[in-house]
């Protein structure tokens, strides 16, 4: 890589450093001016106002990589086509295809940037969150798929298996305590909420107390903690990396659980970090075509392809959600025609 490649791709890594983590603060301080009521009676300083922000840059840092690179990759290049620099390097025998090679990649490094910050830092910093916004962290746990809540000082709740989107449980055990011993246990195939109390089927009741045992097709409960305890879990399972998504998700299908959302999530995470590579070709092919198609159309363009992808990304999961389209599909379709549109108008620029 010679002197002039190095500065260009400096400018670009400095340009786009800078776009990510000035428009990454201004949307975590945002978020958390939304939920400032509920963080102020949690939070007593301002100290831990400003973690909670600090913690949620990942998160966003991942969601603007892809478009902060396309946005500096088409500056620098622009304000260097505009200059007669990009001109001058051509005619004195520079192969632009050699050229741009490092801006190439730098967009696959971004995309494995994208990943990191999405399924490794985010979690562990949603995690951290969490654990700063809820006193009542013992009060439930989250562990391989299983819940273990505690809805009164007397019962603990287990369930093998929790839909959050669906608020239906799965292999349910619930424990009565007396005085620090076992009471009373109830063991359930399933539990759904209805009409605001939990019924549960196929329950074997283990009566310490009286010394017997005995079925019922049928059993309602009122003690048992309400959806909104059980529904707590839904933001952990939002937190999770994609590895243990798709674990979660692998024994849902066990129970015999298929949640349409969550899979659409999952393909989507796999394969939003492709995306920062396939902006860098479209906004590379734009400043390189800006004498061709003025400044103003080349601007243009670049904003309607940021909007629009983001667009159409959310109508390709939302389609996803309501069964229209196949999770994989939802998920998969349009990064992956994105990086071809976009290389083919890399290629054909450059040819």
């Known amino acids: 890589m010679n002197r002039v490649q190095k500065r260009y791709l400096w400018d670009f890594i400095l340009t786009m450093v800078v776009l990510t983590t000035g428009l990454s603060l201004l949307f975590s301080v945002v978020s958390v001016v939304d939920e400032a009521d509920e963080i102020i009676r949690v939070a007593r300083s301002s100290v831990l106002i400003i973690q909670i922000v600090l913690l949620r840059l990942p998160e966003f840092f991942g969601y603007l990589i892809p478009f902060t690179s396309m946005i500096g990759v088409f500056l620098v290049l622009a304000v260097a086509n505009r200059r007669n620099e990009l001109m001058v390097l051509q005619t004195s025998g520079a192969d632009m295809r050699r050229f741009l090679i490092p801006f190439l990649i730098a967009g696959i490094v971004l995309s494995m ?33 299983e819940l273990w809540l505690r809805p009164s000082r007397e019962i603990i709740a287990r369930a093998g298996a929790f839909d959050p989107y669906n608020g239906k449980l799965k292999e349910i055990s619930l424990f009565w305590l007396e ?77 015999g659980i298929k949640n349409q959302k969550l899979w659409v999530d999952l393909y989507s995470r796999y394969s939003y970090p492709f995306t920062a590579l396939a902006l860098m070709f479209i906004g590379i092919s734009l400043s390189l075509r800006m004498r061709q198609l003025g400044g103003v159309v080349s601007i243009l363009l670049l904003v309607i392809s940021l909007f629009g992808y983001w667009f159409l990304l959310t109508v390709s999961v939302s389609l996803g959600y309501a069964g229209t389209l196949p999770p994989p599909l939802s998920g998969c379709l349009l990064p992956l025609s994105v990086n071809l549109l976009g290389l083919y108008l890399y290629l054909k620029t450059l040819l």
Not at 193 to 209: A, H
């Open 113 to 145: 940037l994208v990943f990191f910050f999405s399924e490794v830092v985010r979690p562990l910093a949603s995690a951290e969150i969490k654990n700063l916004l809820t006193p009542e962290k013992d009060r439930f746990s989250y562990v391989s798929g």
């Open 179 to 255: 005085g620090g011993r076992l009471k009373k246990r109830i063991e359930s195939a399933r539990g759904r909420w209805i009409e605001d109390r939990w019924v549960l089927e196929r329950s074997t009741v283990y009566d310490l107390t009286g010394r017997r045992v005995y079925n019922r097709e049928s059993l309602i409960l009122n003690k048992m903690g309400s959806p909104e305890e059980f529904l707590k879990i839904k933001e952990a399972v939002e937190e999770m990396s994609v590895f243990r998504l798709r674990q979660y998700l692998m024994r849902l299908d066990r129970f």
